[in-house]
DNA sequence: TTTTGAGTTGTTCGA
DNA sequence: GTCGAACAACTCAAA
């Protein structure tokens, strides 16, 4: 009676899961499958209390999924995936592709332990509709700008999505560690599991796609898909979103935005140093103050800037783990324009917080704002907080759900309460720079660059 | 090889 | 208030 083990990684769910469709089939009719989530402390560590609180009870919930079969084990995959298969006699473990840089090296280095004990690594599936490295210019090089590799992503094309294999027998008896309890940082975290997930997609197929166009970029209306958590953690696949989507404009825009994960994923598995280093590396050359003892870097943390729209995302990334896209960009650019800080600061304050925090999108989105990443917006494009606040949250909607010292502002002056005539709310910092006089600091410090 | 068209998300200024 | 132009120059990708 053949076991085989199915190594749980980035895809805790069963429907549309290649890689448990692998394990299961080569189990055969009696066999049984051992479902594996190791906790390595490498990933665990630097997730955040909110990841790490979503992760658990995301695992929780596929655990009530199967039957409370899961098995957890916490340690080293190289010496807990071998022990596992081990322990039941498996010669195989399944597993989806990771292209992640640890994640790779980490496969590869598991994948060497079990060959010399006469064991495979079978790696089936991916996190995205088409894998990493997969599409590639009429060169043979991958691409380096969005629009090219979307039209070769789309024309690549990928498999329908396959429903979860029935009455899969799920190993038992085996030791499992207990999950440990976590205390997110957030007040609140999306509903977990594959279930949720499945909801979450179905309520806003039916509600907020149709307007997604527009009203996604509107911070205040909450008219994203807000599926990104469930991404992260494979509780849902691109494919099944994917082929729900028709050609208006509102699902070609969306399916662009499952595109751009996409993108990043094979941007940073081809470059796999971008994580921390300027994909274009002119640009590295960039000044940035190192500062550590004004307090501005912190002010950005805590959302006290003096800027509404940047202190309602900065704390709304605190607050709930998860920030609306446009609001990244702009609390992003702050940073990077405004404070003139290295965006790496920043893009470890985000991962460190958000729920849905994936290393590829998060990097490569502060690459973008800042200027050194791949289809990088142009040196002269720099966020005005002010005009982005009006135009995208006019009346201050959003401003006001995360910045109650605006609450009696009149709406005219909640995005720049300073030229408020009746007087700024007491309670509310000054700004902490001139936006306009750190622009053009910013556009000296990008004439220099361009001028070695 | 050379050429050509295009490139997520913006701001400011002046008419 | 609205609109178009300027903001540079470069790289990418395909013909």
Not at 259 to 282: G, I, K, Q, S
Not at 340 to 365: E, P
Request: hydrophobic letters at 40%.
């Amino acid at each position: 009676m053949p076991t085989t083990v199915l190594w749980l990684r980035r895809d805790l769910r069963l429907a549309d899961h290649p890689a448990l469709v692998e394990a299961h089939r080569a189990a055969g009719a009696g066999g049984e499958v051992v479902p594996l989530f190791c906790l390595d402390e490498r990933l665990w560590g630097p997730a955040g209390a909110n990841r790490r609180a979503f992760l658990v009870s995301c695992l929780r919930a596929l655990d009530e999924s199967i039957g409370r079969h899961l098995i957890v084990r916490t340690g080293d995959p190289l010496e807990v995936v071998a022990a596992v298969a081990a322990e039941v006699g498996a010669t195989q473990v399944f597993a989806e592709w990771d292209f992640g840089p640890y994640g790779n090296e980490r496969d590869e280095a598991v994948s060497r332990a079990l060959e010399q004990r006469g064991r495979a690594l079978v790696r089936a599936g991916s996190p995205y509709a088409v894998e990493p490295g997969a599409v590639l210019n009429g060169s043979g090089q991958p691409y380096k700008v969005f629009t090219p590799f979307s039209k070769a992503w789309l024309a690549h094309g990928w498999p329908s999505s396959i429903k979860a294999p029935a009455a899969v027998r799920w190993a038992s008896g085996l030791a499992t560690d207990e999950l440990p309890e976590v205390a997110a940082t957030a007040t609140t975290l999306p509903e977990p599991g594959e279930a949720a997930a499945k909801r979450v997609a179905r309520r806003f197929f039916d509600t907020d796609l149709a307007g997604y166009d527009e009203q996604r970029n509107a911070p205040g209306l909450d008219a994203t898909s807000r599926l990104s958590p469930y991404l992260k953690w494979g509780c849902i696949h691109p494919r099944q979103l994917l082929q729900e989507l028709g050609s208006s404009q509102a699902e070609r825009t969306f399916r662009s935005e499952l595109c751009w994960r996409e993108f990043y994923a094979d941007v940073l598995h081809h470059r796999p140093e971008t994580v921390r280093h300027a994909f274009n590396p002119a640009m590295a050359a960039m000044e940035v103050d190192h500062r550590g003892t004004d307090g501005v870097f912190e002010a950005w943390c805590q959302g006290r800037t003096g800027y509404p729209i940047v202190d309602a995302g900065m704390r709304q990334l605190v607050g709930e783990g998860w920030v609306h896209n446009r609001v990244r960009m702009l609390t992003a650019s702050f940073l990077v324009k405004d404070l003139h800080l290295d965006w790496t600061r920043g893009a470890r304050f985000f991962m460190k917080h958000l729920v849905d925090g994936d290393l590829a999108s998060n990097q490569h989105g502060w690459q973008w704002v800042a200027g050194t990443g791949t289809d990088a917006s142009p040196y002269f494009r720099i966020f005005n907080p002010v005009t982005q606040g009006e135009r995208f949250d006019r009346g201050g909607t959003y401003v006001r759900r995360w910045v109650p010292e605006l609450a009696a502002v009149n709406d005219k002056y909640v995005h720049h309460p300073w030229d408020d005539p009746a007087g700024a709310p007491t309670a509310y910092p000054a700004p902490i720079v001139d936006h306009a006089e750190e622009r053009e600091e910013s556009l000296r410090r990008y004439a220099a660059v361009r001028g070695r």
